[in-house]
């Protein structure tokens, strides 16, 4: 049955669908989070998006060299399920504190903050992991479908969380989200035995990936492989913040109540999660294994440019949902798979460390950047015509970044060299 939509080999059946399983775990147990994370966030009047955005940049600053630390003297199998049991434990933690009733204001402040964190850090791990276990072939053909775990867990959490959020109560549900957060745990060890038993992994690439905790920064400031790839993520966080600020301008301006916006925010949500999954089941596969990565990377960058001009001249809700739906499925479904398999090029340190640093660092750093060049901008006096119009060139440039990452792919493909040496001894 899974082979009427993947194209998938016997052998990989099993590991294809535990990480489905550990991809819709990890999604759906954020997913159950995110509501209890917004409701807070109202009790602590937790609404300055700026500072919010600098405060989770400089927690990740101080998480990523930590993370390095760890991957540098333990294997994956240790080092992947202890941080997500890490991650546990807080989410305990946070619980007995809510249940309790501690300084409601100062721990939704700190929520909103650690779930920021949590959700970059545990999915960028994610497909670190994958990235290590499957092959770059692998990928192109399967990392569609795994992909789509994610999404089907962030359309489950919701629909959860609106069953069980009046019976059970918010504050329990962090349970439920735990219980999901050790399932994904789980998937790791069972991967990480058929990494070894069928795809016959060396004993290297599941023992400790060596080096300094700042060698994820070194390699990619001497990698203009590395180095593009940040920026991809770079110009992607930035245009993402600016369609963020519109989509809450209009949605404020045009709802009528709390009830009217709350249904607007859900529709667009809803119809990016529906489209992406869709696409992710039935199309990523197949457009990158016969369109090649060029295409799959350009989707995303081509409908932002697009989208954002079209705004620029009709700035209205109905045209922001149709740029935000088809913007993020093509993100999710076609764009985010092709940069993960992308990293199954370069070695187990940049794998694990810089890429680590740009999941997180560099993605947060944008949103920071972004968050206060809007504020700047709007106190300019720069309406949303103007926002949209000052987007282009970023996502002109997203553009650019991606067909040459595209570029590079085919020349190493066509050059049939299996390991490349990068400058800063990343090799691909």
């Given amino acids: 049955m899974l082979?009427?939509?993947?194209?998938?080999?016997?052998?990989?059946?099993?590991?294809?669908?535990?990480?489905?399983?550990?991809?819709?775990?990890?999604?759906?147990?954020?997913?159950?989070?995110?509501?209890?994370?917004?409701?807070?966030?109202t009790a602590g009047d937790?609404?300055?998006?700026?500072?919010?955005?600098?405060?989770?940049?400089v927690v990740m600053l101080l998480a990523v060299p930590a993370f390095s630390a760890l991957v540098a003297r333990y294997p994956r199998r240790v080092v992947v399920p202890r941080v997500y049991r890490f991650f546990l434990f807080n989410l305990l933690a946070f619980f007995v504190l809510l249940k309790w009733g501690v300084a409601k204001e100062g721990v939704a402040r700190a929520f909103y903050v650690w779930?920021?964190?949590?959700?970059?850090?545990?999915?960028?791990?994610?497909?670190?992991?994958?990235?290590?276990?499957?092959?770059?072939d692998q990928g192109k053909r399967l990392f569609g479908f795994i992909a789509a775990g994610g999404t089907t867990g962030?359309?489950?959490?919701?629909?959860?969380?609106?069953?069980?959020?009046?019976?059970?109560?918010?504050?329990?549900?962090?349970?439920v989200s735990a219980v999901m957060l050790e399932v994904s745990a789980q998937c790791v060890r069972r991967l990480g035995h058929w990494a070894r038993d069928v795809q016959?992994?060396?004993?290297?690439?599941?023992?400790?990936?060596?080096?300094?905790?700042?060698?994820?920064?070194?390699?990619l400031v001497t990698s203009p492989f590395l180095m593009a790839l940040g920026m991809q993520v770079l110009l992607y966080a930035a245009t993402s913040t600016f369609l963020y600020y519109q989509e809450v301008q209009l949605v404020a301006s045009m709802a009528k109540d709390a009830a009217a916006r709350t249904a607007a925010f859900a529709d667009i949500d809803f119809w990016v999660q529906v489209l992406t999954l869709g696409i992710q089941t039935l199309v990523t596969g197949r457009v990158i294994?016969?369109?090649?990565?060029?295409?799959?990377?350009?989707?995303?960058?081509?409908?932002?440019?697009?989208?954002?001009?079209?705004?620029?001249?009709?700035?209205?809700?109905?045209?922001?949902?149709?740029?935000?739906?088809?913007?993020?499925a093509s993100h999710y479904a076609l764009e985010r798979p092709s940069r993960e398999i992308l990293f199954t090029t370069v070695d187990r340190e940049a794998r694990y460390k810089s890429k680590s640093f740009i999941d997180t660092v560099v993605y947060r750093g944008s949103d920071t950047l972004s968050a206060?060049?809007?504020?700047?901008?709007?106190?300019?006096?720069?309406?949303?015509?103007?926002?949209?119009?000052?987007?282009?060139p970023l996502s002109a440039l997203w553009l650019a970044v991606a067909?040459?990452?595209?570029?590079?792919?085919?020349?190493?493909?066509?050059?049939s060299i299996p390991q490349t040496t990068l400058p800063g001894g990343t090799t691909a």
Avoid at 125 to 130: N, R
Avoid at 204 to 210: D, K, N, Q
Avoid at 403 to 415: G, K, N, P
């Fill in 3 to 41: 082979k009427r939509f993947v194209d998938v080999r016997d052998e990989e059946v099993g590991a294809v669908l535990g990480a489905f399983v550990y991809f819709f775990t990890l999604m759906c147990g954020y997913a159950i989070l995110r509501p209890i994370r917004n409701e807070m966030g």
């Fill in 46 to 57: 937790v609404k300055h998006l700026p500072w919010l955005f600098t405060v989770t940049f």
């Fill in 115 to 136: 779930l920021s964190v949590y959700n970059l850090f545990v999915v960028s791990i994610f497909w670190s992991f994958m990235a290590d276990v499957f092959a770059s």
């Fill in 154 to 175: 962030m359309i489950a959490g919701p629909f959860l969380v609106g069953r069980l959020a009046e019976p059970v109560g918010p504050v329990n549900l962090i349970l």
């Fill in 200 to 219: 016959h992994q060396a004993a290297t690439r599941e023992g400790p990936v060596g080096g300094g905790m700042l060698a994820g920064l070194r390699l």
């Fill in 289 to 328: 294994s016969r369109l090649g990565l060029g295409v799959a990377m350009a989707v995303a960058p081509v409908l932002t440019l697009v989208g954002f001009g079209v705004l620029a001249f009709a700035p209205v809700l109905a045209v922001l949902i149709a740029v935000k739906s088809l913007r993020g």
């Fill in 372 to 392: 206060w060049l809007q504020g700047g901008l709007t106190a300019l006096g720069l309406g949303l015509t103007g926002l949209s119009l000052a987007a282009v």
């Fill in 403 to 415: 067909l040459y990452l595209a570029r590079q792919q085919r020349t190493r493909a066509a050059e």
